[in-house]
């Protein structure tokens, strides 16, 4: 409880303190609008990561899929190399499109879809120094 003597129920605190009423709840929307902005940001950042991790997800499967194939070619794995190539990428989650052998060397080309987007990758692997 305050008295007059300590001076908390005079006209002249009421009027010196008085803004600071108005300014009560002024934290709480400043709250609300920072977790706003974050959510915000959130909303734009995510797909732009999820683009660039699904993208990289695609050209893995695509290298993975055309070391197969180039081992089979080599004689380090047996089978062939499109079929190598074929189960590679189905394992990481992409689907095979193309696969061509020039030589000792394999070329595919995969493609992985998520999110309703296909993502394409191609790869080539064979000895070092090989040239068409």
Request: hydrophobic share 55%.
């Amino acid at each position: 409880m305050t008295t007059a003597a300590s001076g908390r129920d005079s006209a002249a605190h009421r009027a010196a303190t008085g803004w600071r009423c108005r300014e009560r709840g002024a934290a709480s929307v400043l709250a609300v609008a920072i977790v706003g902005a974050t959510l915000a940001l959130t909303v734009l950042v995510v797909p732009f990561a999820a683009t660039a991790v699904l993208t990289q997800r695609a050209e893995n499967a695509a290298d993975a899929a055309a070391l197969a194939a180039a081992d089979a070619l080599s004689g380090a794995l047996p089978g062939t190399p499109c079929t190598l190539a074929v189960v590679t990428a189905a394992r990481n989650g992409a689907r095979l499109v193309s696969c061509e052998v020039d030589g000792p060397a394999a070329s595919v080309t995969v493609v992985m879809s998520a999110l309703g987007i296909e993502f394409a990758a191609a790869a080539r692997a064979g000895p070092p120094g090989w040239t068409e």
